[in-house]
């Protein structure tokens, strides 16, 4: 399937990927909506086993089916942006802690 998403990729760039991306998450949706917790869902997206045998089940063609009903939109796309650019400013900057250890030296000198 990869090559598929390279494709996509290089014909619709960043529109193709989330399509594809709400694609994926469209075969995971009973599962997910089934879990009750933050920590069960952590779980569920870092073990890839889990998703590959739902995933060998689906054939290239009806995962790229169900990937091209999304309408993604220059639009949209803008807006998630805009959300990501406002989540990033509330979160503290991680800068200051990845380029100081616990006594205030930059890493590389260390």
């Known amino acids: 399937m990869t090559p598929a998403?390279?494709?996509?990729?290089?014909l619709e760039g960043t529109k193709g990927l989330l399509r594809?991306?709400?694609?994926?998450?469209?075969?995971?949706?009973?599962?997910?909506?089934?879990?009750?917790?933050?920590?069960?869902?952590?779980?569920?997206?870092?073990?890839?086993?889990?998703r590959e045998e739902i995933f060998r089940k689906i054939d290239q063609h009806t995962l790229f089916s169900k990937t091209f009903t999304f309408k993604i939109t220059n639009g949209l796309?803008?807006?998630?942006?805009?959300?990501?650019?406002?989540?990033?400013n509330l979160q503290p900057s991680m800068q200051n802690f990845n380029s100081h250890n616990s006594f205030g030296v930059d890493d590389h000198f260390v």
């Open 77 to 88: 796309l803008s807006e998630l942006e805009r959300l990501h650019h406002a989540d990033a």
């Open 20 to 50: 594809i991306a709400l694609g994926m998450l469209s075969f995971l949706q009973e599962d997910l909506l089934r879990m009750t917790s933050y920590d069960e869902l952590m779980v569920f997206m870092s073990h890839s086993s889990t």
């Open 5 to 10: 998403v390279i494709d996509v990729y290089l």
